[in-house]
């Protein structure tokens, strides 16, 4: 089984509000990854959790925060957003976090993230 | 400056019409290639994973090259089911978990 899972599929926040993405997997891997994507764009890496740890912040602004609960789970809590983040926001998980060859990434459903 | 570039950006097939998609890229240290398929609003879904030149992966209507510089993905025989984004995406040595995207290429086949 190489099932993600992320809830909600849809959300729509103001820009006050604070909301949290979740995402679970149960393929005993030991990376987890959030991506960002636009319409017709490829997904944009936004944080990499490797054994738990942070290991990648590609800049993302502080209004976005990644917690790693344990390693089957991985949340993006969300405060203060602004209409420009407005995105599909994809899970992704991997066995070891690119430290073996052909460490295959694993997608989400996504979340539809709107907003107002 | 662009490290994987896929071609064409957009491409439309008859049904049972045969094509490549090409995914040329300029990274060192390749760790593997990847191809996946995008359906609107959906996450990607994972098709083949490639490492060493010359390696060849099959899936149905899908087959996968490599070759030091490039990545094919054979369509023989396409259908309208076949119709998505198709995404190649290299892992370098240096950028652990960092994938590097193509900008993708639509596939449009129609009956």
């Known amino acids: 089984d190489t099932e993600v899972t992320q809830t909600p599929k849809h959300l729509v926040m103001g820009m006050t509000n604070k909301k949290s993405l979740k995402c679970e997997q149960h393929m005993g891997h030991r990376a987890m990854y959030w991506y960002k994507q636009k319409a017709k764009k490829p997904p944009e890496l936004m944080f990499v959790?490797?054994?738990?740890?942070?290991?990648i912040n590609e800049s993302v602004p502080s209004r976005f925060s990644p917690e790693c609960p344990n390693s089957s789970l991985l949340n993006l809590h969300l405060h203060a957003l602004q209409p420009e983040d407005s995105a599909l926001y994809l899970c992704?998980?991997?066995?070891?976090?690119?430290?073996?060859?052909?460490?295959?990434?694993?997608f989400g459903p996504g979340t539809r993230l709107t907003v107002l | 400056e662009d490290q994987v570039t896929q071609s064409p950006e957009a491409l439309r097939l008859q049904e049972g019409e045969s094509s490549s998609l090409n995914c040329s890229y300029t990274v060192s240290g390749l760790r593997g290639l990847f191809w996946y398929r995008q359906d609107p609003g959906k996450g990607p879904e994972f098709l083949f994973t490639l490492y060493s030149a010359g390696e060849e992966k099959e899936k149905e209507r899908l087959k996968a090259t490599l070759t030091k510089k490039e990545s094919f993905l054979h369509i023989t025989a396409p259908k309208p089911e076949d119709s998505a984004t198709y995404l190649c995406?290299?892992?370098?040595?240096?950028?652990?978990?960092?994938?590097?995207f193509g900008r993708g290429t639509q596939l449009t086949v129609w009956p």
């Open positions: 995406a290299v892992l370098r040595g240096s950028t652990l978990g960092r994938l590097y």
């Open positions: 959790y490797s054994y738990e740890k942070l290991s």
């Open positions: 992704a998980s991997s066995q070891a976090g690119g430290r073996l060859k052909q460490d295959t990434q694993y």
